[in-house]
């Protein structure tokens, strides 16, 4: 089968990580053969990395679609440029691969969603926490059903940012950058581990003034999934204590004979109460996928665009986490519990 051809849309930050040690993973399946980013230097690099020609680099992305010849494109820019990005590449009927979020706004994502089903094309957007060995053992453990139904999940992010610009620049400045750039995955997971959507959240996201952060960075917030189990987030930007970022993530699913949960310290664990206040602890064994994280995602992407099964991150599902995302928003902006089923239905989209 010839090579799927790919116009990549960012070069640094995130996308320099794609480029350098991800994508070469696939090069028996697929080539970058265009790749744009507005900073001259950093499409400088990263071009020659790839061996681009001249004309295979641009500088604008309305040039870059005009011109490059591509089965898809791969977005990897902030995510306020993502749906200008999709319907350049649905107009040249290209399937799009996209980081999350969605959009950085939800008129923004059910544009997109709107667009991409019209078009008939196929989006696969990255959530690759789903993919780390210790969710997947997190997985196994609640599918093979020793502790019966999961009845409620608590989840915890918290990163020391108290820095700024130390989570990259954008993410200082935007509003709701915690929700936006962090519980997209949060809320994903939650979702993932419940094994159902979101019925209804309430909530708060807020900002406590810190210099650190121009918009809302801390948040917590009261979920009710489909199949009745509940979830309870936290998170904080601005974490002074104990520190739960990007791969230390808490996560505790109690269920009707016992918890499974995993932090900090990546260890899988099974609680059960023996009765009379004495507890059982035993540390799970990892999993070990051929492909985790992005890789997951990416090989299962490349195969759905050439005729396979779709992956489970395909817009028209993740489409629940982003509307999950919005209905925080709206819940906090409105003092209200939203309900996210019709939040999705209000917009056209089937839930
Ligand atoms: N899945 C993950 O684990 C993960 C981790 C980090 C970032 N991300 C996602 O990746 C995306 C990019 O985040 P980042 O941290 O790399 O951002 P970034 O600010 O580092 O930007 C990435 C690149 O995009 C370029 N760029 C910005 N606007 C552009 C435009 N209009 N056209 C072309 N190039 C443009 C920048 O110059 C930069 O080189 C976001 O959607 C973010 O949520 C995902």
Request: with cysteine.
């Amino acid at each position: 089968m010839p090579k799927l051809r790919a116009l990549m849309i960012g070069a640094g930050g995130m996308a320099g990580g794609w480029i350098r040690h991800m994508l070469p993973r696939f090069s028996s399946e697929m080539e970058v053969v265009g790749l744009c980013d507005v900073v001259p230097q950093t499409l400088q690099d990263a071009a020659d990395f790839l061996h681009l020609p001249p004309e295979a680099r641009y500088a604008r992305m309305e040039d870059a679609f005009a011109r490059a010849d591509a089965d898809f494109a791969i977005v990897v820019i902030p995510p306020a440029h993502h749906r200008e990005a999709v319907l350049h590449a649905l107009r040249r009927g290209m399937h799009v691969f996209s980081e999350k979020p969605i959009a950085d706004t939800w008129e923004a994502a059910v544009d997109v969603w709107r667009a991409v089903t019209e078009a008939g094309r196929k989006m696969a957007v990255i959530q690759n926490y789903r993919y780390t060995p210790r969710i997947m053992t997190v997985k196994k453990v609640l599918s093979d059903g020793a502790l019966g139904r999961p009845r409620y999940i608590m989840a915890r992010f918290a990163a020391d940012y108290r820095v700024r610009h130390s989570w990259g620049r954008f993410r200082h400045e935007i509003r709701h950058s915690l929700l936006l750039e962090g519980a997209i995955h949060h809320f994903d997971q939650i979702r993932n581990l419940a094994g159902a959507d979101c019925e209804w959240i309430s909530g708060r996201e807020w900002s406590p003034g810190h210099p650190s952060f121009d918009g809302e960075c801390m948040a917590q917030y009261v979920c009710q999934m489909t199949n009745g189990v509940m979830g309870n987030y936290e998170g904080s930007c601005l974490a002074a204590s104990a520190q739960n970022s990007w791969h230390q993530e808490r996560y505790r699913v109690e269920c009707e004979d016992g918890a499974v949960s995993v932090g900090a310290d990546q260890v899988v664990r099974v609680v059960r109460h023996l009765g009379g206040g004495r507890v059982r602890t035993e540390e799970i064994e990892q999993v070990r996928p051929t492909y985790d994280g992005h890789l997951h995602i990416i090989h299962d992407a490349l195969a759905w665009f050439q005729g396979g099964p779709a992956p489970e991150t395909q817009l028209s599902d993740n489409i629940k986490s982003t509307a999950m995302l919005f209905a925080a928003i709206e819940a906090s902006e409105r003092q209200a519990t939203v309900n996210v089923r019709e939040k999705l239905r209000a917009s056209g989209i089937g839930a």
